[in-house]
Structure formats: structure tokens, C-alpha cells
Nanobody, 123 residues
Framework: QVQLVESGGGLVQAGDSLRLSCAASGDTFSKYAMGWFRQTPGKERAFLAAINMSGDRTYHMSSVKGRFTISRDNAKNTLYLQMNSLNADDTAVYYC????????????????WGQGTQVTVAS
């Protein structure tokens, strides 16, 4: 089991960039594939991106591909989400999550979750 803590959220203007971080502790971070999700009120968590254990394979949903980039630093036990060209539709609570297998794209496939960090984009 790995404990996850997100940070880096906040209030930004449309067009701005933001980098989210997810610090991991507990079990060995490099054993886990990682993912980012986001959730808006009244909706289920939406998968955004995933990265494999070593960090050399990534997948991004079409809704964010080209604007968002997932990455990780296993030496620092940290996952990142670089978000560029933000718009009001990106306003949500962002979650990182850990999975035993790379390629997971649904909530049920992820075992450990952070508490979330709020991102608000003002138009």
C-alpha cells in the first residue's frame, strides 16, 4: 500500500499553466503504475492520464492530450501532472492514484488514492 498526497492546486486564469505533484510514501513507489483523475461536483471521477512503473510509457486521454503531461521521478517518489493552456472546463478536484498494472483507466483498477487538490480556472 502506498500513501499519496497531492499538492499544487489553486486558482489560476484561463491560459495559465499549473503543475500538480503527488508525493508517495509507504511502499516502494516504483512498484506502482500511476494515474491522474479529476472530478467535478455531481460527476464521477474522470481518468486523465497514466504512466508505467519506470516512467517510459504514458497515456493521455484525448480530452487533455497535448495540454497535460504526466511524469514521475522515482528517486523523489513523486508523480507530476503538468497542465498548460488551462480553461474553465479544467476546474475540478484532481486526484492521483496507484495501480499494480499499467494501462488501468477506471477507478476500480486503482488501489490507493490521494485526498485530491482543487484546481479552479477563472475565465
Amino acid at each position: 500500500q502506498v500513501q499519496l498526497v497531492e499538492s499544487g492546486g489553486g486558482l489560476v486564469q484561463a491560459g495559465d499553466s499549473l503543475r500538480l505533484s503527488c508525493a508517495a510514501s509507504g511502499d516502494t513507489f516504483s512498484k506502482y503504475a500511476m494515474g491522474w483523475f479529476r472530478q467535478t461536483p455531481g460527476k464521477e471521477r474522470a481518468f486523465l492520464a497514466a504512466i508505467n512503473m519506470s516512467g517510459d510509457r504514458t497515456y493521455h486521454m484525448s480530452s487533455v492530450k497535448g495540454r497535460f503531461t504526466i511524469s514521475r521521478d522515482n528517486a523523489k517518489n513523486t508523480l507530476y501532472l503538468q497542465m498548460n493552456s488551462l480553461n474553465a472546463d479544467d476546474t475540478a478536484v484532481y486526484y492521483c492514484a496507484a495501480a499494480k498494472c499499467y494501462g488501468a483507466r477506471t477507478e476500480n483498477e486503482y488501489d490507493d488514492w490521494g485526498q485530491g487538490t482543487q484546481v479552479t480556472v477563472a475565465s
